[in-house]
């Protein structure tokens, strides 16, 4: 018999014990159970929690892909052993050196998230004695793609069982939770190890080590790997052309280089349903709003080219969407349908707010030079307020129209 | 216990667990975030919270017949602020970078709900004794929850147990530091003190289901 019937076997064997849910668990992730019920009607849905969750994560694939090639062709790049690939399909990007690299890499942060994030899910189940959440599924694919590619793994061990269990289980699990996990994981890691999530040497890998050998006496070049929103905030020039961007071979986190893909991914979203059309365009007009008024202020000659800030504000307005992480963080993070708003229209204004807010705090934070994920945890925050405020709205509408009807 | 009735000894065991003021009450959090990410800043702000209201409460317990019940904020308020200014300069006198780490939130602890709350809910209606008591429980009881806060925060976000370091040192890459380990510098700010706050209240809540309202 094959692993179908014993996983069904393990589970009627514990059934009522204290393991029981975490066989559930890995018995409905692979197959559909058994058990029919034996009277009445029922109608089957097939896009059940899991289908879902398994459909992000197929949009989420090519950025895993693409980001493992790129974290080997930024490693070569920086250390002058490849000549610069032009454009998407360039001779010195999709190569086996670079998905080597890219798999030693990337690999073991895709595993110590799902390692550790499930485990810490399984535990939660059996003591509160419920069936295992699939809300990790999502939550784990998008953390090693928003991390920088260098950083240690316990680091992130730490920030996903901190990032799970304050984000997600205190609230009560999987659709409870106020807070995007995904996001507070990352929030957790750059609060908690600035050094390891910005400046200009973790976005490539090797580029730390070989600060440690020169460091170390030895006579060697040092690497950076400096991303674009850095270069503009120390208002230096940048490297790469717009293209260099939208194909997204530039250094960055590891999975949200590519806008190519992630629009490809974004199509995909809205096409199977999963993802709220509302709030990917929502952001994008309130990112390119707040770009046109920075824009506009450096125009009228309010700020000169001595301001700290002139780099990030004269960056042209549609430019925001294809340097950082906006257009990733649309499309996979402020869709979350936990943390976003419900209704329409609040998913319009809580989407503009991430977009208005995220180009704000990327060109006035000091610190680092980007505020997505900052501008994505505020707004979660503030959708419940949305959504209560456009329900009173309607509400009062309404009784208005039912007024002057019986009137 | 000899020295004390069942119905004292609960006066001051109450406050350490199922009566926390800060767990359970929800009171002090001001203070509870702004000086812990130091165990010895918890410390002495426990010492100072420990003297001011055990003080305080004999003080409002013996003139509690006497204060006219329209002005009795006004006089715990005068009552309070003289402890505190006392604290505050003996502080300044034989503690003084400590007490410029503490800054204002020494002058705070007139503000601490706590103590307005035990003067008010036990110290107007009780004898000097049982109020002494009710007092250092209380004050106790703070001072458990600040230390724990503290001790977490400086051992995770500086490596250091009262100054001292205990997990090796940062520069020199010594003890988990050659291993790679880093402080969280998380921990040093004040949502985190919030956090750890509210991971004790989560435990105590855990283990004691009685505890839990809705």
């Not at chain 1, 580029?207 to 950076?224: T, Y």
């Not at chain 1, 250094?251 to 349903?273: C, M, W």
Request: glycine share 10%.
């Amino acid at each position: 018999m094959g692993l179908k019937s014993n996983l069904h076997n393990l589970k009627e064997k514990y059934k009522g014990k204290k393991m029981a849910p975490a066989f559930n668990a890995l018995h409905t992730f692979l197959y559909l159970p058994n058990e029919t019920t034996h009277n009445g009607t029922h109608i089957k849905v097939a896009d059940d929690l899991k289908r879902t969750m398994n459909t992000v994560i197929m949009a989420l694939v090519p950025c895993l892909i693409f980001g493992m090639f790129n974290a080997g062709y930024q490693h070569y790049l920086a250390l002058g052993e490849i000549e610069a690939s032009s454009g998407f399909l360039g001779s010195t990007f999709w190569t086996w050196d670079n998905l080597v690299v890219g798999l030693w890499q990337v690999l073991p942060l895709v595993i110590v998230s799902y390692g550790v994030g499930l485990a810490v899910e399984f535990l939660f189940a059996v003591i509160k004695g419920h069936e295992v959440e699939e809300g990790y599924l999502v939550t784990g694919m998008l953390v090693p793609l928003i991390v920088p590619v260098d950083i240690p793994l316990w680091m992130l061990a730490v920030a996903v069982v901190f990032g799970v269990v304050i984000g997600k289980e205190v609230f009560g699990g999987t659709g409870m939770n106020i807070l995007n996990p995904a996001l507070t994981i990352r929030a957790f890691l750059f609060f908690a190890y600035p050094t390891w999530m910005s400046g200009d040497k973790v976005w490539v890998h090797g580029a730390v080590e070989r600060d440690q050998m020169i460091a170390a006496g030895e006579n060697l070049d040092a690497i950076s790997g400096e991303t674009i929103l850095g270069a503009y905030a120390q208002n230096n020039s940048v490297a790469y052309d717009y293209w260099d961007m939208f194909w997204g071979i530039i250094p960055g986190s590891v999975g949200e280089t590519s806008k190519f893909l992630i629009i490809i991914g974004a199509l995909f979203l809205i096409f199977t349903k999963i993802g709220s059309w509302r709030i990917i365009v929502s952001t994008l007009i309130g990112a390119l709003v707040m770009g046109l008024i920075f824009n506009g202020v450096v125009d009228m000659g309010w700020i000169g080219d001595s301001s700290k800030f002139y780099g990030l504000m004269s960056v042209p307005f549609w430019q925001h969407l294809i340097i950082g992480s906006i257009l990733f963080g649309a499309v996979y993070m402020a869709t979350d349908p936990v943390t976003a708003s419900q209704t329409n229209k609040g998913k319009w204004i809580y989407g503009f707010l991430i977009g208005f807010i995220s180009i704000m705090i990327r060109v006035f934070n000091p610190a680092y030079p980007e505020g997505v994920f900052l501008a994505i945890l505020l707004m979660n925050v503030f959708a419940p307020t949305i959504d209560h405020y456009v329900v009173q709205g309607n509400v009062k509408r309404r009784m208005k129209r039912l007024k002057v009807k019986t009137a | 216990m000899g020295l004390l009735s069942k119905k004292d000894a609960a006066l001051i065991k109450d406050p350490l667990a199922d009566n926390n003021p800060i767990t359970i009450q929800v009171l002090g959090i001001c203070s509870a975030l702004a000086i812990t990410a130091e165990l010895e800043a918890s410390i002495v702000m426990s010492i100072s919270v420990l003297f001011v209201l055990g003080v305080g409460n004999v003080v409002i317990s013996l003139m509690r017949n006497i204060i006219p019940s329209k002005i009795r904020i006004i006089v715990q308020l005068i009552v309070v602020a003289t402890l505190v200014i006392i604290v505050d300069l003996v502080l300044k006198a034989f503690a003084y970078e400590l007490s410029k780490t503490l800054s204002v939130f020494v002058g705070l602890i007139i503000t601490n709900c706590i103590i307005m709350g035990r003067f008010e809910a036990f110290a107007l209606g009780n004898g000097p004794w049982r109020s002494f008591l009710d007092g250092i429980g209380n004050a106790l009881g703070y001072a458990v929850i600040l230390i724990i806060v503290g001790f977490f925060r400086e051992l995770l976000g500086s490596g250091t147990l009262l100054g001292i370091p205990v997990l090796g040192d940062p520069i020199e890459k010594t003890g988990l530091y050659a291993f790679g380990y880093e402080n969280n510098g998380f921990m040093l700010l004040s949502p985190m003190a919030l956090i750890v706050v509210g991971i004790i209240i989560w435990v105590q809540r855990t283990r004691n289901k009685a505890l839990v309202e809705d």
